[in-house]
């Protein structure tokens, strides 16, 4: 509301100028008063405008920057993301050729296993078979000297 008062509006101007109580040339001096008050503001115009160019400038740099950063943080993630699916091909590859190798393996140590027992319990039973080898198996069933046995039910 105070500046309705120091300033008047063009329409203020026009009244005072019609009714006579303001002269034309009281309306320029006044005009060119308020020209000169903003000559300072007008004179610091270009200097912001050129600022604003170097903002703009360095802006565009600090874009163009992070862009760079922005690309290779997408390289990294991307070399990521192949090096986990190498590494599910490597371990789908290991469980579908090894496994099976594993169990064939397994089975022959077993096997081994159980005829390495049947020597230790034949050496045991008969420690001479390693001089003289094995004696003769006791006839089974059908065959000529079989006994059976009595007594056992």
Partial sequence: MVEQFRIPTLTQQLFQLASG???????????????????????????????????????????????????????AAKSTEQLGASGSAL??????????????????VQRSSRGLARLMNEINDQPE?????????TPGPGEPGFAAQRGTR
């Fill in 21 to 75: 109580s303001v002269t034309s040339v009281d309306l320029v001096r006044r005009s060119l008063d308020a020209i000169a008050a903003s000559q300072p503001t007008l004179n610091a115009f270009p200097a912001v405008v050129e600022e604003t160019g170097v903002v703009l400038k360095r802006a565009d740099t600090l874009i163009a920057n992070l862009n760079q950063r922005v690309e290779s943080f997408e390289r």
């Fill in 129 to 137: 078979s390693l001089v003289f080898g094995r004696g003769p198996l």
């Fill in 91 to 108: 371990t789908e590859a290991m469980l579908a050729e090894s496994v099976p190798r594993l169990n064939i393996l397994l089975e022959d």
